[in-house]
């Protein structure tokens, strides 16, 4: 280190004894007269050069300029790919500190999403005010002790104000909405002549979102759960952390929001005033639109077809959007099991073996999928658009198992409709990408 801080100073004074023939400085020479400094020389010499050739001075100039700025690009590339977050972000294998692990578990990943793409304001300038966060990171994890870092982390991890400045709601909706993409990008400088240095920088709405297979979330229908985004982000000002706290951090594929959450509010407002226009908490079809509607039979039929409702449950007359509680007897949070289905529904009858059956059933016609919709994943970005849209009819299908937790209890004829379709869709589409297709499981039945 001595040697290093010597050698440098030396340097910078001209002292450097090893390497006579350049030097110089400001220091007399031997003869006593004054020479000009190694940087005034070095001046002089360029100066010269340029008179004589001032083309080739110009052209070497601009190679310089381009090298630089190569660099930086480069530098600044290097420094915003998740790997690099990941240096740092990597203490646990989940929650705080576990950044980078449940990053790279999450759907935000798999359609390459990056860190920055979330954690700095769109347009140039965010991303620029981001890479100084980094740098002030950098100083936090030299200078700061691992406890603060961690007090750190868990208070983003965990208090969902904290969370919401952490990741304002504009730096979602650029992707997640046509109209607040269009606003944001107007009111934003977001690129020197549209060079790319993040995902986001280039989104353009609606095509990013068609191509992606996203909703808008305030103009199309939300699956699985009827809900107005509208009303709650626009009229209400709720943050989307509100929700979809652990969106990109909660470990999961996907991160569903959380029912606890919705009634938390709601009963507090009803607290306040009881007139307003929210689901009574044991309303449970006007929020689980898709689960009344396999309930009723009507998921995915088509022109000219019959609703199917699941089989068991018309003998027992307990079907339909009205007949939740039937089962789900203790109230929402409620998971009925096969004892309780068992002998409560079917008498002195154990029925519990069929619950085990239809999920285990369920079970085994998910895996295949699972483990398609994951290697389609893997190769999104090589695929065309023609590609792509079949990717998204494929997860549109998939989506209704995925979202059945129930695991086929709630209708045992419509998932198996839904997989077909998936698998129909999904196969095909593998075949055209190059992976090997698993032979469809022999039939259970
Ligand atoms: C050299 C290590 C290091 C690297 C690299 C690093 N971080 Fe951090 N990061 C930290 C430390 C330490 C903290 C907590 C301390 C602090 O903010 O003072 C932190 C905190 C954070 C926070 C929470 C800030 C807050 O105010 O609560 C976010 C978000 C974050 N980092 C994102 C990133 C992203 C995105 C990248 C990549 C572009 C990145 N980090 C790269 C060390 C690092
Ligand atoms: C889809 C957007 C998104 C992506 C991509 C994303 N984050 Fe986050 N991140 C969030 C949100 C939102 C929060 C706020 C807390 C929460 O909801 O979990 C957060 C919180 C954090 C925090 C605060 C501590 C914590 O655990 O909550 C850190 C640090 C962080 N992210 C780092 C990263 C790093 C590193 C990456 C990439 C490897 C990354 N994030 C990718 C959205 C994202
Ligand atoms: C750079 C664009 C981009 C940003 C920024 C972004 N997302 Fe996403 N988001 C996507 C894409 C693309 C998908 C996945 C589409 C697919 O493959 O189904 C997705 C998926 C989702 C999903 C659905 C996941 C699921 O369970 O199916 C939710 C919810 C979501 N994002 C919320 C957020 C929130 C909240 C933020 C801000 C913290 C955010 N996103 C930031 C592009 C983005
Ligand atoms: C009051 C609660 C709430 C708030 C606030 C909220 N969301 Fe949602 N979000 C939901 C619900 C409920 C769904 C329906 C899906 C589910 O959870 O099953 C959903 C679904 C989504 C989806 C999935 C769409 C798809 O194509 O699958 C995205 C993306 C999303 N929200 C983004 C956001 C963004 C961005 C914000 C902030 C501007 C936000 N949400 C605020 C409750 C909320
Ligand atoms: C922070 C408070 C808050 C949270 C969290 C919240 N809501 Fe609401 N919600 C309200 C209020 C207030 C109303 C009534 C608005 C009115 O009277 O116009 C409402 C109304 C509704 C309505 C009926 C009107 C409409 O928008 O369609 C539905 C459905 C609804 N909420 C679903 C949900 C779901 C699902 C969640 C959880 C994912 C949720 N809400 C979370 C505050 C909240
Ligand atoms: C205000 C809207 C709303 C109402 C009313 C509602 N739910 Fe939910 N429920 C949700 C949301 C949002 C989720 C989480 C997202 C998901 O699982 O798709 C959820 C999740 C669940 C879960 C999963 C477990 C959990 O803790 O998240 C069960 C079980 C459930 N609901 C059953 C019911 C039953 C039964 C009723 C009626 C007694 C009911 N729900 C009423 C919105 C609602
Ligand atoms: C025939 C009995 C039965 C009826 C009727 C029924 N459910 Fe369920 N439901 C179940 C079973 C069994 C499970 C799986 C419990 C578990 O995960 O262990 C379940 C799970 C769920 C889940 C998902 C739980 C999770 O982990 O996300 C939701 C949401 C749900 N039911 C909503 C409803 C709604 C809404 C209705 C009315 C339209 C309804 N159920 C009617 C038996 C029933």
Request: with cysteine; charged share 25%.
């Amino acid at each position: 280190m001595k040697n290093l801080l010597e050698k440098l100073k030396a340097f910078f004074s001209g002292k450097n004894s090893a390497d006579k023939s350049h030097a110089g400085g400001s220091a007399e020479n031997n003869a006593g007269e004054k020479q000009p400094g190694r940087f005034k020389r070095l001046f002089l010499n360029i100066k010269a050069y340029a008179k004589r050739k001032p083309s080739a001075f110009i052209a070497i100039i601009i190679g310089i300029v381009f090298v630089l700025l190569f660099i930086t690009y480069e530098a600044l590339h290097l420094t915003s790919t998740p790997q690099f977050c990941g240096m740092c972000h990597v203490e646990t294998e989940t929650g705080a500190g576990a950044e980078y692990h449940t990053w790279k578990k999450n759907i935000h990943a798999a359609v390459d999403v990056g860190c920055i793409d979330c954690h700095g304001k769109p347009g140039f300038f965010g991303y620029m005010r981001a890479k100084m966060g980094g740098m002030y990171d950098l100083f936090s994890e030299i200078v700061h002790s691992k406890e603060n870092k961690m007090a750190i982390l868990t208070e983003g991890a965990t208090n969902k104000e904290y969370a919401a400045k952490l990741v304002p709601n504009d730096w979602c909706l650029i992707c997640h909405s046509d109209d607040e993409n269009k606003r944001i990008r107007e009111n934003t400088f977001m690129s020197f002549f549209g060079v790319k240095m993040r995902k986001v920088d280039a989104v353009k709405n609606p095509e990013f979102r068609e191509l992606n297979g996203l909703r808008d979330i305030y103009n199309d229908e939300m699956p699985n759960i009827s809900f107005s985004h509208d009303n709650h982000v626009n009229t209400l000002g709720l943050s989307c952390i509100e929700c979809h706290m652990g969106v990109a951090h909660g470990g999961e594929f996907q991160n569903r929001t959380k029912m606890e959450d919705c009634f938390a509010c709601h009963n507090a407002e009803r607290e306040k005033n009881p007139e307003i226009n929210a689901p009574e908490n044991d309303a449970c079809s006007t929020c689980h639109t898709t689960v009344a509607a396999m309930h009723e039979g009507t998921l995915l039929l088509e022109e000219g077809q019959e609703p199917t409702p699941p089989s068991m449950m018309v003998d027992q007359g307990v079907y339909g959007a009205e007949n939740c509680s039937t089962c789900h007897m203790g109230g929402a949070f409620d998971l009925p099991t096969a004892a309780t289905c068992g002998p409560t529904c079917h008498g002195d009858m154990d029925y519990g073996f069929m619950y085990d059956d239809i999920r285990a059933q369920f079970d085994a016609v998910k895996a295949p999928l699972d483990k398609l919709n994951m290697q389609l994943y893997a190769v999104v970005d090589k695929m065309t658009k023609e590609q792509h849209a079949k990717f998204n009819e494929f997860k549109n299908y998939y989506e209704i198992l995925a979202n059945d937790n129930s695991k086929g209890i709630h209708n045992d004829s419509i998932y198996v409709k839904a997989a077909e379709k998936a698998a129909a869709v999904g196969n095909e589409l593998a075949s055209s990408l190059g992976i090997p297709v698993a032979a469809p499981e022999e039939n259970q039945e």
